[in-house]
Structures are given as structure tokens and as C-alpha cells.
């Protein structure tokens, strides 16, 4: 790996945990392996969101002619937001792609990525099914968006109808992130969720 | 006319020994050279075929003479110019009005400095000596972007070389460099020539030249080309950066185009930007001058995209179509169509019917041509989705059907010239005529072609067009062209020496029906 990349990623590093936000547990960082190629980072829910509570880990490859390109980030936590995909995790962000600039760093990014999980834009979605939700049943939209954080953030809600509805599908012989899934894009009909899973 | 007779007189007066003097060519009495070609000929279309060195000549120029008009380097001028389609003009009176807005939308300057405000009251002159500043004095280095970056002390390189000794952080490669090795823009963002040497090429890299912009986060500020060409040394890197600043400058420049043809380096030049046909004169491709596609008259840019986007899309109906072949519609037996003619004559039972509709060719010829028109089901408003997108299919093919049939024929028009000049070697063998006699049927069957396009290119036009009483009168004109040259093609087919009159009246019609149509709903004309 290129020596700029491998100096840029370590005083970044540093900088990440010399921070406030790591004070604050808002955001962390650790590396995968010794070659800084790879690394692990991890967002808070930002307050006053569906995603309150919740801890999201993220995937950060360092491409070899990082920093001049942005480096190559998705959710490995699952979460429902029209901006991140529900099934890859990947991230429709701009400065991950054309609005990256080389002064940017891995602490801008991570607090970029809590920034959208705060203000969401439904209109440039990256899980049209998700961002259909958002605008047009957004009260459900936030007790997915809810339910998800629980289930795999460790978020502090529970949803005993959601929970029921799953374990319905379950009973049936479906997997259980299969029947989130389903359920979640069928706005919770278990009559719909089951016809599209049958059909 | 007794000043014609007069000027006759003088004329001949004139030329002493003029005897053969021309009576029946004389400039005054004929009308038809008088004619403004633009009038006459609705597909007039002047342009220029030039070289890229034509065009970098032409481009410099442009740039030289904004340099001496604002005094500022070539570099900054080719921005500007880029930013306004290339007209000085416009950069000149900008500059006049508020040279500090015109330095931001060109991404030269950051939105609001310091100096923008200070400036406001005296713009002219403010920017004026921030322009030479910019302009002449390079990127200033680390030094000459402290504190006092938009103060009247000009950062030069002496002043660098005496901060050399201090050694700073480049927020990039996250090292530590002696202050002379940083490079800033007017934005004052700093930044080591090594990394800004390093960025330049991934972004060349990638294609972008000119649109390169400052590494800091949210800052926009462009990075002019001496920068780059300062900085990028690798000869490859900067023939890249070169090339493609030049395609963009030249896409950007609204009275250029790149002749689309597969490696064509002209560029057609035409004061006029209008959807009409230039003809490249080194590979010989005909092009829309405004948006490079095929040339597309009566049909504007827009439809005919959405036209050809439609088609792609709807490839598998279109395979259907292209199924070659139909069968007779008197003996069943199956013709595959290998002309450009819609007169279709059976080999077999000998019965003449329309290839495009099926019917019999009697109906067709004199009275009304009704083969090109579509008719909407009146009722179907009152039908069933199903239906209705059936009856939406169904339109969409009978224009594609007609589209794709005219395409074809095109396609075969070097078979058909082949053919006529086979058939008149074997008249010239056989003693009828001799082969000048014969020439004319190539003009004849050339002009079919071009008959034959402007009329692939009605049927799009058709499709997207609004049913009512003008839609109804471009049918009619269509059905009108459409049967004109299905008569020219039958002629041209069974041509004998002693048809020639005929022959050369049938083209006449086509051709006056083809400009009539053009006239009247070619877009462009009928705004000019």
C-alpha cells in the first residue's frame, strides 16, 4: 500500500481517538488488520431519530491512492434508511463518491454518515422501496426504521406487534431476517408479507 | 422595364466585341439565383470542416485577445472564456460590471473573501489588480497566504524563499514540508506540490481536466491549467490533461462540434447552432451540427432521442418486427423484400399489393394514400386498461413498423445502385442507348434516398405529435411524400431512355414535396 495512504490512515487513526465524539462514545474506530487497509468503525444513533440508542458498525476499505479517493465504506449493521441499502448496507452519500476531497478525513466521514442518519434525503434514495416508505407512510417508516435499530443495533425499543408478526413467519419455516425483510416492505401486512413470500 | 433595357444596352455597349452576348442569362432576369438560399432551401446549412490545429488556432486567438483586453494570463482567460461559450464579449462586459461575481461563478475566487467586500465600492479596480495578481504572480506559496491573504502585497517568490527555512504540515500527506513546497489558490487552502502533483494525476487520470477543483473539504475553487502543467511533469500525464482540457473547450464552445464519425479528428464549425445536417469532408458522416446524433429533420433533438430511446427499449417487439419476410396476400406464397420499393409485385401470381399494409397497389396510386397515417380507435377512452395498452403498443409498432421499413430500405441503397448499374450495362449491351443516356437514374435514385430519410424521420415526429387538425394536415403531407416516392421507386426500377421527362417530373414532385413538408414543420424554419 501506498506510503502516503498508510501515514494519511494512521495520524487520522490517531486523530479519531483523540477526539471529542470518542469521549462522547458518539463515534469509534479499530483496525482489521496490520496493513491499515482495513478498518472498523462504529456510529452512535444520533438523538431524536429512529436510530436513537443504536450502534452501527461500519466496513472502511482504504483504496491505494486514498486520500486522493474517498475511501470505501458501507453498514455491516443492518438498518432501514433510504439512503443505505436494507440488504447490502451500501451508502448513497456524495462525498463518498463525486464530492470527496482529499482533505477529508476518516473522523469528517464517520461524522458525516451520523449527520445522515439525523436528515435523511428520500428524494436521491438508495433503497427505493425504504424511501417510498419515508415519504409516504412515514409513521410506519419510523417504527421500522425503530424496530430495526432494536433488532440489530441494540436499540432500547421493543415491538411486541413486530415481534409476533416475525414470529408468525417464523412458525412457517422463514428466515428471520427474511421475514423482517418482507414484513418491513409490506408496511407490517402479514397477509401480503406471506403472499410475496409464498407466491 | 425600361431600366432593364437600359442596363441591356449599356452592357452590350460595354463589350465591344461581345457578340454571343447572353440574352437569356443574365444576372437581373433570373429569379431563381436571386433566391436567399436560407428561403429557398429550408436544410441550408453553412459550416466550416476544420482540423484540431484549425480549431486550437481559432481558440487562441479568442484567448489572446481577452489577454489583452484584461491583461490577465492565458490560463484565467480560458476559463472565462470556457464559463461563457466562448464569447469575449460577454467575459468583457461582466468583467466591466462586477469582475469580483464574474471571478466566483468562474470557481476562480471562493464565494465571499474579504477583499469582496472591501472591493465592492471601486469593483473594477479592486479586481483589476487582484486579477493581475492572480494572474501574474502564479500560485502563491505558503507564505504569501498568511493572514494577509487579500491585502495589495503581491505574494512573489522572494518572499517564499525567505520563509524557507519554516517547515509546516500538509494537511494532506499528513507530513512535514519546508514552506516553500506549498502551492495555494485563491482560496488560500494550501497544500504540498507533491500531493497536488499526486491529486492532478488520479484526476487526470479519471478524465477530468479542467473541472479539477481545490482539495480542500466544501471548496470548489478550480485549478487553472498553468498549475497543473507547472506541477504534472510526466510527459503521458500531461498530454491526457491537454487533450481532454481541449475536448471540453471545445464541447463548450457553442459553434463546435466533433464530427461523430468513428475516428474522425475534424470539427465542424457553424455560426448557426441549429438542428441541421452537417456533412463531415474527411469521412463523409452526415450529423445533426446540434446534438451529433444522425440527422434527424422534420423531428427535433428531444423527440428523436426519446424516439430512438423508445426503439431500444422496445427491442423485443422490434425483434418481432424485423422478422423479414410477409407473405402474399393473394397467393400466400413468402416474399422476403430486398429493394427499397413498397410496390410489391408477387413473382408468383404476379399481384400487385403495398407491402406496408397489404392491400392491393390499385387503391394506393392516384387517390389518397392512406398507408402512412394511423387511426386512433375512437373510442378508447371508454376501454379497458388492458385494451388501452394494447391499443398503445399497437400505435407505437405502426410507427415503428414504418420507421424501421425506410431504415431498412436505406440500408439497401448500395444494392439498388448496384443493380440499376447492372440493368444498364445490359441496355447499353443490348444497343438501347448509351451509357450517358443512362446517367440520370443515379441523380434519380440519389435523390430517392434523400427522400426516403426526411421520411424514415416523419414517423417519430408523428408519434409524439398531439392529435388535431395540424397533426391530421402533417399526415397528409407525409401520405402525399410517402406516395410520391414510392412512385419515383417504381419508376426508377422499370426507367427506359424515353421516360426520361417522366421521370425527371416524378422527381421534381417528390423533391417539392419533401421541402414543402420540411417547410412547414421542420421546428427550426419555421421560428427563423
Not at chain 1, 407512510?137 to 430495526?148: I, Q, Y
Not at chain 2, 507530513?175 to 489558490?185: G, T
Request: with cysteine; proline share 4%.
Amino acid at each position: 500500500m501506498a506510503n502516503m495512504a498508510v501515514q494519511r490512515i494512521k495520524r487520522e487513526f490517531k486523530e479519531v481517538m483523540r477526539s471529542e465524539e470518542i469521549v462522547q462514545c458518539s463515534i469509534k474506530i479499530e483496525l482489521v488488520n496490520d496493513s491499515w487497509t482495513e478498518l472498523r468503525g462504529e456510529i452512535a444513533g444520533p438523538p431524536d431519530t429512529p436510530y436513537e440508542g443504536g450502534k452501527f458498525v461500519l466496513e472502511i476499505k482504504v483504496p491505494e491512492t486514498y486520500p486522493f479517493n474517498p475511501p470505501k465504506v458501507r453498514f455491516i449493521t443492518r438498518i432501514w434508511h433510504p439512503n443505505i441499502s436494507s440488504v447490502t448496507g451500501a451508502i448513497c452519500l456524495d462525498i463518498l463518491k463525486d464530492n470527496w476531497a482529499a482533505a477529508m478525513t476518516l473522523r469528517t466521514v464517520l461524522l458525516s454518515l451520523q449527520a445522515l442518519l439525523a436528515a435523511a434525503e428520500p428524494d436521491d434514495p438508495q433503497d427505493a422501496v425504504v424511501a417510498y416508505q419515508f415519504k409516504d407512510k412515514h409513521e410506519l417508516f419510523v417504527l421500522t426504521a425503530r424496530h430495526w435499530t432494536n433488532a440489530y443495533a441494540g436499540g432500547p425499543h421493543t415491538f411486541p406487534d413486530c415481534d409476533s408478526k416475525i414470529q408468525r413467519l417464523k412458525d412457517m419455516g422463514v428466515d428471520e431476517h427474511d421475514a423482517r425483510a418482507v414484513l418491513s416492505k409490506e408496511n407490517w401486512n402479514l397477509e401480503k408479507a406471506t403472499e410475496c413470500l409464498f407466491s | 422595364m425600361d431600366s432593364d433595357i437600359e442596363m441591356e444596352l449599356e452592357s452590350d455597349n460595354d463589350g465591344e466585341f461581345d457578340d454571343d452576348y447572353d440574352y437569356y442569362n443574365t444576372g437581373e432576369d433570373c429569379d431563381v439565383e436571386r433566391l436567399d438560399p436560407k428561403r429557398a432551401d429550408p436544410e441550408y446549412f453553412e459550416f466550416d470542416c476544420l482540423t484540431v490545429e484549425d480549431i486550437e488556432k481559432l481558440l487562441n486567438e479568442l484567448v489572446e485577445k481577452l489577454n489583452t483586453i484584461l491583461q490577465i494570463t492565458p490560463s484565467l482567460a480560458k476559463v472565462l472564456l470556457l464559463e461563457h461559450q466562448w464569447n469575449n464579449n460577454v467575459v468583457v462586459e461582466k468583467y466591466r460590471q462586477d469582475a469580483n461575481a464574474l471571478l466566483v461563478t468562474a470557481r476562480i475566487k471562493p464565494p465571499t473573501t474579504a477583499a469582496a467586500d472591501a472591493a465592492s465600492t471601486s469593483a473594477a479596480a479592486a479586481a483589476s489588480a487582484q486579477l493581475l495578481r492572480i494572474g501574474s504572480s502564479g500560485y502563491r506559496t505558503a507564505a504569501a497566504t498568511l493572514p494577509t491573504l487579500s491585502s495589495h502585497s503581491s505574494g512573489n517568490s522572494l518572499t517564499t524563499q525567505v520563509q524557507s527555512q519554516y517547515r509546516r504540515m500538509c494537511p494532506v500527506c499528513a507530513s512535514s514540508q519546508p514552506n516553500d513546497k506549498f502551492y495555494s489558490l485563491a482560496c488560500g487552502h494550501s497544500f504540498c506540490k507533491d500531493c497536488w502533483t499526486t491529486y492532478f494525476e488520479t484526476q487526470i487520470f479519471q478524465g477530468i481536466s479542467i473541472q479539477i477543483g481545490c482539495m480542500a473539504q466544501q471548496c470548489n475553487v478550480r485549478v487553472p491549467e498553468d498549475l497543473v502543467l507547472t506541477l504534472v511533469t510526466r510527459p503521458v500525464m500531461r498530454d491526457k490533461y491537454q487533450q481532454f482540457a481541449f475536448k471540453d473547450y471545445v464541447k463548450s464552445h457553442p459553434e463546435l462540434r466533433f464530427c461523430p464519425g468513428p475516428n474522425c479528428q475534424i470539427i465542424v464549425q457553424s455560426a448557426e447552432n441549429s438542428a441541421k445536417r452537417a456533412i463531415c469532408k474527411s469521412c463523409h458522416t452526415g450529423f445533426c451540427f446540434k446534438c451529433g446524433m444522425d440527422y434527424h429533420a422534420p423531428t427535433d433533438c428531444q423527440i428523436i432521442k426519446k424516439w430512438l430511446t423508445k426503439c431500444a427499449d422496445d427491442s423485443e417487439t422490434a425483434n418481432y418486427i424485423s422478422a423479414h419476410t410477409k407473405d402474399c396476400p393473394k397467393c400466400h406464397i413468402c416474399i422476403e423484400k430486398n429493394g427499397g420499393c413498397n410496390h410489391m409485385q408477387c413473382f408468383n401470381c404476379k399481384h400487385d399489393f403495398c407491402w406496408m399494409c397489404l392491400g392491393d397497389w390499385k387503391t394506393h396510386g392516384s387517390e389518397y394514400y392512406e398507408c402512412s397515417r394511423y387511426k386512433d380507435n375512437p373510442n378508447i377512452a371508454n376501454e379497458s386498461v388492458h385494451v388501452q395498452a394494447r391499443e398503445a403498443l399497437k400505435k407505437y409498432l405502426h410507427y415503428y413498423e414504418r420507421w424501421e421499413n425506410h431504415s431498412k430500405s436505406l440500408k439497401l441503397e448500395q444494392q439498388t445502385i448496384d443493380r440499376l448499374r447492372q440493368r444498364i450495362n445490359t441496355k447499353v449491351m443490348n444497343g438501347s442507348g448509351t451509357w450517358i443516356d443512362w446517367q440520370y437514374l443515379f441523380s434519380a435514385a440519389a435523390l430517392l434516398a434523400k427522400c426516403r430519410y426526411t421520411l424514415q424521420y416523419t414517423y417519430p415526429y408523428a408519434y409524439y405529435m398531439e392529435p388535431g387538425s395540424r397533426k391530421n394536415l402533417f399526415e397528409y403531407q407525409q401520405a402525399q411524400l410517402e406516395a410520391e416516392i414510392e412512385n419515383l421507386s417504381w419508376k426508377i426500377e422499370r426507367a427506359e431512355t424515353k421516360e426520361l421527362g417522366d421521370l425527371e417530373n416524378q422527381m421534381d414532385i417528390a423533391e417539392k414535396r419533401r421541402t414543402t413538408l420540411l417547410k412547414d414543420f421542420f421546428p427550426i424554419i419555421g421560428k427563423a
